[in-house]
């Protein structure tokens, strides 16, 4: 209610701009990497996705909460996302899923937040300047002592982050209907969609921790190897075992992260984005088919592989197979036997989507059919 | 894929005349389609009847033909032009039934035209409720139980299936046309009936009603590489049982989880798929059941649609423009998106746009002008207009849309008095859709409802009705608070209240509240509509206001021209006034200027970011345009405001603006009020020796009466300050003029501050129109439109033929003189309209308008001159003499002097009527008066009168009948005038049906006519039919029927009842009914025409060749 609205908090960015409006969700104080989604649906799904570990997130749609939380969307056991900044927050759920109100499930997972700022005039900063470090508090006042606190924060580039989202112990997703294979998930911060989708399509997925080794994979009796999405630069992450299970010639099929640290593996390299990818309307192009997909990003890291030709790797011929039409990012690799034989593949995106369309689904299927060794 | 090397020409097909349920939203759509296939190298070919359409401008297309858009025509067309390609899915229903008519009548086949964008088995698919609902089927979704029927006996059969209520919904039709809820037998059979006979496939659906369910819209878009994309998701706040076009609608949906939109997703991609549309735009519905999220596909349109345009305006992703690309064979991913292209490049239009701001959708509505019209929504549309508002949240976006409405009663508004008591009562009658029934939801909510109690009776989402609460919190503490503090106002501006709204609530005016508004620095931020939520920069300046921290406006150098639009359609203000609007835009800019545009009709051409340098979507008040102003002064010079060319809202807001400072460049607020104040004009027209009809003002009866005594019967009354003659009424005598009296003194539109104004009404008088342009020395004669109905009959309503058909060059020379007597004595800078009266030799003034009227484009096409654009620039400043020097207009001579040769264009105008039921399902009364009722017009052109006129009907009405049965009945007056054209008819071969007393005329005249039975005596012993009966039951082809006068009782009373049976039966039957005498001489000479046989096409283009070659 405006009269008894909440209490003041600000949001400063690394660069010293300021950002006054109201503490959202916990009270207290928070800090990570301020980047943009431009998302209008699927806010549940984009905070417990833990790719956003240690990100401050701005929702460019005013209106969030709309649909509160329910049991069914989440993608992970908890919020991840280091700070929630959003224009006008519900006041009132309704949607019959629901089960709960947003700013209940923020407050008690004590994700701290701030609301009613000009999130469009900070998204406009975030695209200009860069995505950079920033400060949330409704107990500070003073904007020039937590832009101090902000520039102690450590950057997002060269941070090592799987392990923080990784389960400890192996679990098992089992396959749908009748199994048809076994898939080694190493969970680099997998979403819950994902196993989902494979089990549809009668995989047991065995749900690994981000340090399984070859031999953790084998004694799955895996006909496949999958690698997720993950926080995190990529630059620093070991990619010795998906070296050996490209050696191992085991199918591979990578998302996110996932792409990452295959293109890594095959020799290219990784950058930083200026403001990254962040949404669920992003067109790609897959280039074996010239067709357009509207696929879900969440990256802010990228592949740097030539578009224009292939390239030859210890493990076989790789190319670009997607690209983002917006400014032509990698946003998938196929790395082909000698004979041509599809070997692995990888998306930069979302073809679990959650939240998002569903475009890209036949890759799971791509999945399928490699390990059937048809393709 | 490039585009296609086979397709040089297309043929598009436009969407006829302004109706309820197709309004300018398809001009806007066209417009941009021709000109895509234009720039794209192609030869356009153009078929619209509507006169007052941009696209209809010769500019826009290589071959524009306004001619009817009827399978006969529009084959003359292709027989002439042979065009390789025909594009029907951006006109609307009625180029969609053309296109289809033209398919299986094999004349596509016979010249070899190849649908593109949709072809026939794809609009078949989507319109044909049993192949559709396979689909849905197919592709794993739901439809509403229903059964196909057509018959009234299958419908009971449906009946005793589903059970009452059921939704009656005819094929093929738009707007809903003849559809309804059925909740007994007797609504089933009156709409059942109508919908049968409103489909051109005598076929009805008979459905289970979901009424109450949420109801989403996607649109969706789709090229032949079977790339899908979802431009838009829209919702409606009014559940299901209001019709899409008379609900308020936001953009994007606001209360769906990711998995129940992409659920939605998936089914419109997969139906888009089997429908088969393969290169273009369409849209599908959805019900939502609120209670477990069952998911029902209510309809699909296979063409672009008016919630297109809005979606269009809500994203700028212009859906139209790329439909056209497509339908020519481009992917999306080659397309731009215009509004990302800058200096780092464009991003493709294979996209899904994302939106930071909400965008709501308030429908208009015209019934006060309707007596005894059904107020009550349902599942055909009854609104003529639409406002659109962009937010940076709901409550901003809902407040700003209200007020665009420009109805006084149309925002919130807290200033009377709610109590606990009228909570029920509240809650009763909000569970009834009607139009302000959001107003009465907030009442209900003073009153004490909770949201859940709105929402059980109206099924509005509890999340809408919180934000209703949260508005109506923020002015419980507007009304509380001991001062108005920064903060206080902030809030309430950042849920959207004006400072009218601001001024009531703390008892003051909205000049203080801006004052204090201003002095606190609390105004209003330019946000951009960019297609990406600001993930790229955006280069196309498409600006909505907020109350939020950053502007984007940018810095010009150019002098600026902000032009005033014409704000939500209506009765009497429609697409006329956008189409001079533009046509400002496009001069100025020609001439140099920095072009603003300020409009809130999403339907509209001038919404376009296309059209100008700079667009701003917002409401056409005092208020939200100074703000405009002052941020466009931040940014650069400005030269200026023109109010001049969109219709009153401008003209209206001239004098506010004046008085804060701003430049009206034209005519000056001050020479406005001269034409518009009675008195001061009566001034300017004394001085000028003209005369007006003898006229009072009283405030009472008595005094009426005194001044009727005076100036003699019949009288014409109107209260003061009213529009498209609002509550103007023929008095005829005594008791008619006090109760007249009565009605509007009660209804408090007649006191002291407001007196009713009485007039000699001038009986049989010929009314003319007259356009022109003055510069304050040259006068320019645009045209002089002879009306074929007498004086009596509102010019919008009437139809009318320029060049003149009667009158002498005496006569125009007058007119002439008169004109520029007034445009000198009111000072007018740029156009003025008048309407003269023209009775036993005597000229009368019937009232001037020193703007832009609603005949501008039709003078501008029959003369093939661009009126509004040189109105434009004599605006800022240029002669008329420069302007023919600039060959803006003729070397010599104007539109008053026109060539021997100079063809003839008859306008048409087209009744809403068939959309309008009374409560218990009769008609509206048809007959035409002083006030205005028509939403559209047609233009027939051609060499002579007669086929002029017989192209004017078939546009606007169907053809005019060459053979069969004519039905005649004529007031006494009217008998002697009707002798000769009936016997020419009777020669011609028709069989003439009298009622008795017409007969008996005719036969003395030696004209053989058949008596049949009226009304109200029923069916004759041997069961012989009424006319009416005659009429339902087809077999009569024409009526004549000039209504009598007189009210009272007694025979003349029944005869009048009578009138009103025949002419509401006609609609029903879509007979051509002919209700004046002038009309009916000229339907004549429109059937010799047909008969003739010799009535051909011709493009607007060579027309002008013809115009010009006689000048
Ligand atoms: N089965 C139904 N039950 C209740 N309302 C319905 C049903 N079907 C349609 N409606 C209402 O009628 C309106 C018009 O129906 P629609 O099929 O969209 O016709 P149109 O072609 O005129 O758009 C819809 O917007 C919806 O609100
Ligand atoms: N004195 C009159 N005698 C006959 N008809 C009149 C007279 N005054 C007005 N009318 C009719 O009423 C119509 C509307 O009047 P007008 O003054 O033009 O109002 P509006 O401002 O709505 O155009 C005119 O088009 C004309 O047909
Ligand atoms: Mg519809
Ligand atoms: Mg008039």
New binding site residues.
Partial sequence: MPSHAPAPAILVLEDGRVFRGRSYGAAGETFGEAVFNTGMTGYQETLTDPSYHRQVVVMTAPHIGNTGVNGEDDESRRIWVAGYVVRDPARRTSNWRATRDLADELADQGVVGISDIDTRALTRHLRERGSMRCGISSTESDPQALLARVLEQPAMKGADLAGEVSVDAAYVVPAQGDKRFTVAALDLGIKGMTPELMAQRGIEVHVLPATATLDDIRATGADGVFFSNGPGDPATADVSTLQAVLAADLPYFGICFGNQLFGRALGFGTYKLKYGHRGINQPVMDRTTGKVEVTAHNHGFAVDAPLDRPTTTPYGEATVSHVCLNDDVVEGLELRAADGRLRAFSVQYHPEAAAGPHDAAYLFDRFTSLMAGDL | MPKREDIKSVLVIGSGPIII?QACEFDYSGTQACRVLKSEGLRVVLVNSNPATIMTDPEFADATYVEPITPEFVEKVIAKERPDALLPTLGGQTALNAAIALHERGILEKYGVEMIGANFEAIHRGENRELFNAIVAKVGGEV?R?FVCHTIADCEKAVEELGFP??V?PSF?????G?G?AYDADDLQRIAGAGLAASPTTEVLI???????K?YELEVMRDRKDNVVIVCSIE?L????????D?ITVAPAMTLTDREYQHLRDLAIGIIREVGVDTGGCNI?Y?VNPVDGRV?V??M?PRVSRSSALASKATGFPIAKIAAKVAIGYTLDEIPNDITAGPHGSTPAAFEPTLDYVVVKVPRFAFEKFPGADPVL????KSVGEAMAIGRNFTEALQKALRSLESKDAAFDWSHEVVELDKQALLTEIAKPHDGRLKKVMDALRAGATADEVFEATRIDPWYVDQLSLINEVAQELIAAPELTPELLRLAKRHGFSDVQLGRIRGTSPDVIRGVRHALGVRPVYKTVDTCAAEFAAATPYHYSSYDEETEVAPREREAVIILGSGPNRIGQGIEFDYSCVHASLALSEAGYETVMVNCNPETVSTDYDTSDRLYFEPLTLEDVLEIVHAEEQAGPVAGVICQLGGQTPLGLAQGLAANGVRIVGTSPDAIDLAEERGAFGRVLARAGLTAPKHGTATSFVEAREIAAEIGYPVLVRPSYVLGGRGMEIVYGEEALRSYLEKYVAAGLISPAAPVLVDRFLDDAVEIDVDALFDGEELFLGGVMEHIEEAGIHSGDSSCALPPITLGDREIDRIREATEAIARGVGVRGLLNIQFALSADILYVLEANPRASRTVPFVSKATATPLAKAAARVMLGESIAELRAAGVLPAEGDGGRLPADQPIAVKEAVMPFNRFRTPDGLQVDTVLGPEMKSTGEVMGFDRDFGTAFAKSQAAAFGHLPTSGKVFVSMANRDKRSMIFPVKALADMGFEILATQGTAEVLRRNGVAATVVRKHFEGPGPQGEKTTVQLILDGEIQLIVNTPYGAAGGGQVGQARLDGYEIRTAAVRANVPCITTVPGFGAAVQGIEAMLRGDVGVRSLQEWAEVVRAGR
């Fill in positions: 349920g509403a229903s059921v939704v919904r039709t738009m707007g809903g046309t559809s809820i459905e289970e009603s979901i009424i109450g369910w109801e409606n009014d559940p299901m049982g209001v019709h899409t076009g609900s519905q019900a029902i209510i309809e349109n349902t599942t055909h549309m």
